[in-house]
Antibody, heavy 124, light 109 residues
Framework: QLQLQESGPGLVKPSETLSLSCTVS??????????WGWVRQPPGKGLEWIGS???????YYNLSLKSRVTISVDTSKNQFSLTLNSVTAADTAVYYC????????????????WGQGTLVTVSS | FMLTQPHSVSESPGKTVTISCTRS????????VQWYQQRPGSFPTTVIY?????PSGVPYRFSGSIDSSSNSASLTISGLQTEDEADYHC?????????FGGGTKLTVL
């Protein structure tokens, strides 16, 4: 059974950098039909796709966050990571890592595996 | 593009409710729409994929459709049960960019 687990600090100061990692277990991150992505959810609000990455390193970002976001992948560790610069209180959210199908290559099942989510609070 | 959902809907047990999801630009039919159910404190789970397909384990009471004339997708839940009370999110994509709707809170009262 595939499992995803987020890790990283739960508190980040304004203007600093948010960094999270996601460890994938029970399967390989090196798949050509899945992206690995980050989705966030501010308290009491909806879901927001942050970005996705292929195991090859090709990354895609939400245009509204693109200037501040980097997603990277480490296939040797079966991990992928999120970096968000210059954070503000508006970046306070539960951050989920997730597996997203490449809908042009396989059945578009939606996000089929999620991490449990980690709350990141931006506050001084 | 954006996906717009009503903020909240409510209905009585046993009734039928429909939640809409309107795409702002581009054809709703050009990329599949998925629907997720999210209960408090949990991550979302897929209840509809590829516009109208149900994952195994999702009751037949859940159905999805699209309407090109209104450029929208709909999630319909019939025979409402109290356990259906949750947030529902639509999702689609354009190339490799994914988009979620703002979510709809369903109250079963």
């Amino acid at each position: 059974q595939l499992q995803l687990q987020e890790s990283g600090p739960g508190l980040v100061k304004p203007s600093e950098t948010l960094s999270l990692s996601c460890t994938v277990s029970g399967g390989s991150i090196s798949s050509s039909i899945y992206y690995w992505g980050w989705v966030r959810q501010p308290p009491g609000k909806g879901l927001e796709w942050i970005g996705s990455i292929y195991y090859s390193g090709s990354a895609y970002y939400n245009l509204s966050l693109k200037s501040r976001v980097t997603i990277s992948v480490d296939t040797s560790k079966n991990q992928f990571s999120l970096t968000l610069n210059s954070v503000t209180a508006a970046d306070t959210a539960v951050y989920y890592c997730a597996r997203l199908p490449d809908c042009s290559s396989t059945r578009c099942l939606g996000v089929d595996y999620w991490g449990q989510g980690t709350l990141v609070t931006v506050s001084s | 593009f954006m996906l717009t959902q009503p903020h909240s809907v409510s209905e009585s047990p046993g009734k039928t409710v429909t939640i809409s999801c309107t795409r702002s630009s581009g054809s709703i039919a050009s990329n599949y729409v998925q629907w997720y159910q999210q209960r408090p404190g949990s991550f979302p789970t897929t209840v509809i994929y590829e516009h109208n397909q149900r994952p195994s384990g999702v009751p037949y009471r859940f159905s999805g459709s699209i309407d090109s004339s209104s450029n929208s997708a709909s999630l319909t839940i019939s025979g409402l049960q109290t356990e259906d009370e949750a947030d529902y999110h639509c999702q689609s994509y354009d190339s490799s960019n994914w988009v979620f709707g703002g979510g709809t809170k369903l109250t079963v009262l």
